[in-house]
């Protein structure tokens, strides 16, 4: 499952300013896969975009992935 996880950190390093401080951490449950997402403070914003729309387009393309996967996956942004 580590796809979703390095797709997920591909996506978050291409947004920020410092990449070097994108986490990302995942946590596998049978059908349904977690991964959380830390960036560094100042680039929060750069993330989640204006009125979400950002973190919106993140968890619909990561949807489309863990689908083609048979899975499900959940996206959290962690300040």
């Known amino acids: ?24 951490y995942e946590t596998a449950g049978e059908q349904t896969t977690v991964l ?22 993140m968890r619909s393309i990561l949807g489309a992935a863990a689908t083609k996967l048979r899975k499900r996956a959940i996206l959290e942004i962690v300040d």
Not at 4 to 10: D, F, H, M, P
């Open 1 to 24: 499952m580590g796809e979703l996880k390095e797709l997920v950190t591909v996506m978050a390093k291409a947004l920020v300013d410092v990449p070097d401080k994108v986490e990302v």
């Open 36 to 57: 959380e997402l830390r960036v560094a403070k100042e680039d929060l914003g750069k993330v989640i975009g204006k009125e979400g729309k950002t973190a919106k387009a």
